[in-house]
Nanobody
């Protein structure tokens, strides 16, 4: 049904910026929450940021608060993650996700119904 495609990853030096995009397919796309996660090999998928589709409520992991900004364009079925002041520890694969039903815990991967394939972000020192 719903397909999510991430883009915008790449290689940057520490202190640099990237903007990730996640485009959703379908004309009837209307999630409650869109989120960004990241996952390093052998580690648990980690919540990064989330945003309500019909409001401006946003949530951030402590590790990215003040550096990353999540936003969305409902008309384009797209969510963005602006990443500033990047650090080497931000290096990993980033995934976007969509929650069709409302769930109170935005930081849990189990709250989301659809996932993209991921985009690689590498930050050099």
């Amino acid at each position: 049904q719903v397909q999510l495609v991430e883009s915008g990853g790449g290689l940057v030096q520490a202190g640099g910026s990237l903007r990730l995009s996640c485009a959703a397919s379908g004309r009837t796309f209307s999630p409650y929450v869109m989120g960004w996660f990241r996952q390093a090999p052998g580690k648990e998928r980690e919540f990064v940021a989330g945003i309500r589709w019909l409001g401006r409520n946003t949530y951030y992991a402590d590790s990215v608060k003040g550096r990353f900004t999540i936003s969305r364009d409902n008309a384009k079925n797209t969510v963005y993650l602006q990443m500033n002041s990047l650090k080497p520890e931000d290096t990993t694969v980033y995934y976007c996700a969509a929650a069709i039903m409302y769930r109170s815990v935005w930081s849990s991967p189990t709250a989301y119904d659809y996932w993209g394939q991921g985009t690689q972000v590498t930050v050099s020192s």
